[in-house]
């Protein structure tokens, strides 16, 4: 409820964290924890059930160039909270 209430949205709706964006909006993540240890008391990644992890072109980047194409956006395959569905 916390994280829709800060996407002033409801909890079980899909688009609610379904990319980068409105994952650190529902978390209360900003500018200020760029560079943030990940690794600490306050915020931390906790360990969990591995998935199908997956690797695409990263999306609507096309101003990038020859960079644009590179496979440096990851996800976790048959995941329905992956924003884009790559074509795998």
Do not use: Q
Request: one cysteine or more.
């Amino acid at each position: 409820e916390i994280m829709a209430a800060r996407r002033n949205m409801a909890a079980a709706r899909r688009e609610l964290t379904n990319g980068p964006g409105k994952l650190c909006a529902a978390l209360g993540l900003g500018r200020d924890h760029y560079g943030a240890d990940l690794c600490g008391e306050t915020l931390f990644l906790a360990p969990g059930d591995c998935g199908r992890v997956g690797r695409s072109p990263r999306i609507n980047i096309d101003y990038a160039g020859r960079w644009a194409k590179k496979p440096w956006r990851f996800y976790e395959r048959g995941n329905r909270y992956v924003s884009v569905k790559p074509r795998d």
